[in-house]
C-alpha cells in the first residue's frame, strides 16, 4: 500500500484546505483502502511521480470526554496509529495556541514520525512565522500555505524522504 499521510491539527488551521490541495480531483473510493479504518476522510494524493494516501482529520480536542468532540479525538487517534507519518499543522498568523501544546504531547507519545508544518504563512518571513513554534522541539517548522500552495511540494516531498 501507499504510504499514508495523515493531517493533524486543532479546528481552523487549514486541515481540510491542505488536504484539497494534495488530493484535487482525486476522490479516492472507501474501497482502495484496505487495512484502513472506512469512516474517515481518505483521498488520493501524487508528487511527481511518488503517490501516496492522504488522511483528513476533523480537529482535535483531547481534553473533552463525551460527545461529538470526543469522537472525534477517537477517530483522529486510530487515524494516526494507521499513519506513516503525520502532519501536524498548526496557525502561523494566531501562533501558538495552548491546545497546540496538548496535541504535540499527544502526538509525541504515538511515537510516529511527525512533521511540524505552519500554515497561512503566504507572504510571511518564513523566519519570523516559524520561531514561535521551535519550542515544540518537533524539529524545523515547515512554513506552508496551503490556499495558495507555497511549500506544499517541499512539505510532502520531506514527508516522503523521512520514510
Ligand atoms: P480545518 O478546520 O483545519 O480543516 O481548516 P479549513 O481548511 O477548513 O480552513 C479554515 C480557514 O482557514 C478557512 O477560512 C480557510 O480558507 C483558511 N485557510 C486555510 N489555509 C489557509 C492559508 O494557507 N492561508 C490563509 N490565509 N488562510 C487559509
Ligand atoms: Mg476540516
Avoid: W
Amino acid at each position: 500500500m501507499n504510504p499514508v499521510i495523515t493531517i493533524v491539527g486543532r479546528p481552523n488551521v487549514g486541515k481540510s484546505t491542505l488536504f484539497n490541495r494534495l488530493t484535487r480531483s482525486r476522490d479516492a473510493l472507501v474501497a482502495d483502502f484496505s487495512g484502513l479504518t472506512r469512516d474517515r476522510h481518505y483521498g488520493k494524493g501524487r508528487i511527481g511521480e511518488r503517490p501516496f494516501i492522504c488522511v483528513d482529520t476533523g480537529g482535535f480536542e483531547p481534553v473533552a470526554k463525551t460527545g461529538i468532540v470526543a469522537e472525534m479525538a477517537k477517530q483522529t487517534k486510530q487515524a494516526v496509529a494507521e499513519s506513516d507519518i503525520v502532519i501536524f499543522l498548526v496557525d502561523g498568523r494566531l501562533g501558538m495556541a495552548p491546545q497546540d501544546r496538548v496535541i504535540a504531547d499527544f502526538l509525541r507519545k504515538t511515537g510516529r514520525p511527525i512533521i511540524l508544518a505552519v500554515n497561512k504563512t503566504e507572504g510571511m518571513q518564513a523566519g519570523v512565522v516559524t520561531a514561535d513554534f521551535h519550542e515544540m522541539g518537533l524539529g524545523e517548522p515547515f512554513p506552508i500555505s496551503s490556499a495558495h500552495g507555497d511549500g506544499v511540494r517541499g512539505l510532502i516531498d520531506d514527508a516522503l524522504d523521512s520514510l
